[in-house]
């Protein structure tokens, strides 16, 4: 890290990138199979169906603020960061219980001893957190950079009404150190796609629950998929004088995962994409009668979907798989999801199988904005899997009933936006983990107040 002296010689950063990741998930979930039986619905549905095995569940006692307090203070800790050293906090959510004051104002309350703090909040549904990402490495590449850290906080509370989407919600938070002389390191290289479309919103203040349009929100995540991979191609050609690449070329790959069935999906969409840009390649000649389709017209074709689903199978649980035990375990984190990939990537594989190997992340918020990008490896990954230890963790968990689930979500709904309420949400041993912050009070003009659970 850079002392104050050096930061005033202006001296130009390099290897900017993630320094380190922490994580916070609710203790409670709820089992898939268990609420398949629950819901009265074909065994499979949700665990095969949709890919998940479990889905984290916060309470009445917990919220936005509540868990990214818990995980920017266990950032602080586990890597011993001195809070002075902070000088950028940038923080992406889609899960609003303010439509004025931010989740990083309340953030603040961890930095005491420094309010020389930039950034605030940036809301887009789930591509939030990558912008907020992408805002603080400009920082630190920034003229404007003082040679201090940045923080990014990516987190939500995902919650459906009653119906076929409510196993496709999921909590969870993840914090990430960026700087200078980073072990993953931000490459040149980035594509993007936006575009004005209702798939997924939320207009109705009085609730909780998004207006969704499931087949067109995936229709709008595999186009946004094929768009930024074949703009990230061509980048990593133009910008790095990388000879004609392909999924080949890359190594690891994170996808956002409302529900890990898409991720194969997108996955295969890759390979497909290969194809239409080298359609003679003797690897797909057993699909040419796909080549006279228009791409627009395939993403609800199931054969060109089950085709490249099968053609990319092996890379897939190498690439692609490792970075998915979050997201199955806990479901969809909105803005955390895609960081749920790169936790799960670096607790899955070791960091000397990690070094000089280039991870691309595929960003996708609805509404919609979405971002391809990468990072390349360029020092040890341990301490980061040992700060998160990941598996040890979700291992931790307490199962709840799929009744006892259902009573949660009926609770958050008549408690969404009340005023001078005190959250009854048992705290103890069985619902949360140490150092955990959680809410202790709602007064008359809807101040919040916290407290932490003990670190011991």
Not at 110 to 139: H, K, M, Q, R
Not at 353 to 371: M, W
Request: proline share 5%.
């Amino acid at each position: 890290m850079l002392t104050g002296t050096q930061a005033h010689q202006r001296i130009v950063p390099e290897n900017v990138g993630i320094l380190g990741v922490q994580m916070y998930f609710p203790k409670k979930y709820v089992d898939q199979a268990e609420l398949e039986k629950f819901d009265n619905i074909p065994a499979g549905k949700y665990t095969i169906g949709l890919g998940q095995t479990r889905m984290a569940i916060c309470d009445d006692r917990e919220d936005i603020h509540s868990i990214c307090l818990t995980v920017v203070s266990q950032l602080l800790e586990t890597y011993s960061v001195p809070t002075s050293r902070i000088g950028r906090l940038e923080v992406g959510t889609e899960t609003i219980i303010d439509k004025a004051k931010s989740v990083k104002s309340v953030l603040m309350t961890l930095f005491p001893d420094n309010s020389d703090i930039e950034g605030i909040d940036t809301t887009n549904a789930c591509y939030g957190g990558t912008n907020a990402l992408l805002n603080a490495v400009n920082w630190v590449e920034s003229s404007a950079w003082d040679g201090r850290l940045a923080i990014v906080v990516a987190g939500d509370i995902a919650v459906y009404k009653s119906g076929p989407a409510r196993p496709t919600g999921g909590a969870g938070v993840v914090a990430m150190l960026v700087g200078p002389n980073a072990p993953l390191v931000f490459d040149r290289v980035r594509a993007s796609h936006m575009e004005h479309v209702y798939d997924f919103y939320k207009p109705d203040l009085h609730s909780e629950y998004p207006e969704v349009d499931g087949p067109l929100t995936n229709v709008c995540y595999l186009k946004a998929v094929d768009t930024t991979y074949n703009r990230y191609l061509e980048k990593l050609t133009t910008i790095e004088n990388v000879p004609t690449p392909t999924l080949a070329t890359l190594d690891y790959l994170l996808f956002h995962s409302p529900y890990t069935k898409l991720v194969a999906k997108a996955y295969g969409r890759l390979a497909y994409n290969d194809f239409l840009r080298d359609p003679e390649n003797p690897a797909y000649a057993a699909h040419a009668q796909f080549k006279s389709l228009k791409p627009e017209d395939t993403y609800g074709n199931r054969d060109v979907e089950k085709a490249f689903i099968e053609v990319t199978k092996e890379s897939f649980a190498k690439k692609v798989a490792p970075a998915l035990t979050a997201s199955k375990s806990l479901g969809n984190g909105y803005t955390a999801s895609l960081y749920f990939g790169l936790a799960s990537l670096i607790s899955a594989v070791e960091s000397e199988q990690l070094q000089n190997k280039r991870i691309v992340l595929f960003s996708y918020g609805s509404g919609l904005a979405s971002t391809m990008f990468s990072l390349t490896v360029r020092g040890p990954t341990t301490q980061i899997a040992e700060a998160l230890n990941l598996n040890a963790r979700l291992a931790a968990r307490t199962q709840i009933t799929p009744a006892a689930f259902q009573a949660i979500m009926e609770l958050r709904e008549k408690t969404h936006n009340v005023r001078d309420y005190d959250p009854v949400g048992p705290v103890d041993a069985e619902n949360f983990f140490p150092g955990t912050f959680y809410l202790d009070r709602v007064d008359e003009r809807f101040r919040r107040t916290y407290k932490r659970v003990p670190l011991a």
